[in-house]
């Protein structure tokens, strides 16, 4: 009864003409406008918060990753993890700057707090086009898809953040040079990196995609494998420049991670095509009186 429910549910969806599909499309569009418009205006409310503590908190050297680190130096007797020194001025060179970066981070805040709710809707308008499996394969890859995402955001603003700020922001040619930093290049530097690793760290995800299309094979990514180790060291000295080995170790170990995680996704999905290969070879057999 249901799989009937299903299919006349697709059934329907597909007699619906171009007009009334950008209908629909219209209905959750609007939906999604305004949990944007809300969250945002949420976030707006929250400017202390949002910017005292997420925002402002990795130029402090009271920063959680900062104690930490200084915490694991003591222990391993590695004094350059101890970062006690952090004296970073923010200036504001714009009339109305501070409003207009007020605005821009309430929305981005209300962005990606408005995430889960906007791919929720997206799928609620391609799932009559769906059949059961396709429904249960989607779910489970919007899930991981998320999953990934937040914990690389999560990643770059604990542990690529303040590392990149740490030098960066402290980084002097000369005694004689003061380092005054526009609060508008600060932000763009806490905006964009935890979102860069976000993207990095759905890896595994296109592995998964390109395999689906027979782009990519686990041979192939087993044979490039010492390559993607210095690759993603070059990668993480990049991202953190900094002479210290820990710290581009720090963040070149996950990056490899995500490279065997991509691997073990890789083989499964091969594992999967040639078992249905193997029982569509049966049928075939069987239908033919082999």
Known sequence: MLRWFRKSEKKASEDLNFWEHIDVFRKYLIRSVLALVAFSIGAFFMKRFIFDVIILGPKNSNFITYRVLCDLGERLNISG?????????????????????????????????????????????????????????????????????IIGVLFGYYIILPLTINFLLTYELSTEIVNQINISSYISTVTTLP??????????????????????????????????????????????????????????????????????????????????????????????GG
Not at 94 to 116: D, M, N
Not at 204 to 224: C, D, E, N, Q, R
Request: with cysteine; proline share 4%; glycine share 4%.
């Open 195 to 288: 979102l860069a690793t976000g993207l990095v760290f759905e890896m595994p995800v296109l592995i998964y995609f390109l395999s689906k299309l027979g782009i990519l094979t686990p041979a192939i990514l087993k044979k490039y494998r010492k390559h993607s180790i210095v690759v993603n060291f070059f990668v993480s000295a990049i991202i953190t420049p900094s002479v210290d080995m820990f710290s581009q170790t720090l963040v070149a170990i996950p990056l490899i991670m995500l490279y065997e995680l991509g691997i073990v996704v890789s083989k499964r999905v091969y594992r999967k095509k040639a078992q249905r290969e193997k029982e569509e070879g049966i049928v075939e057999e069987q239908a033919f």
């Open 81 to 149: 993890l101890c970062i006690n020194d952090l004296h970073i001025n923010l200036i504001n060179l714009e009339v109305g700057g501070q409003f207009k970066i007020h605005l821009l981070i309430s929305f981005i805040a209300g962005l990606i707090v408005a995430i889960p709710f906007l791919l929720y809707q997206l799928w609620l308008f391609i799932k009559p086009a769906l059949y059961d499996h396709e429904v249960k394969y989607s779910r489970i890859t919007v899930f991981y898809i998320l999953l990934l995402f």
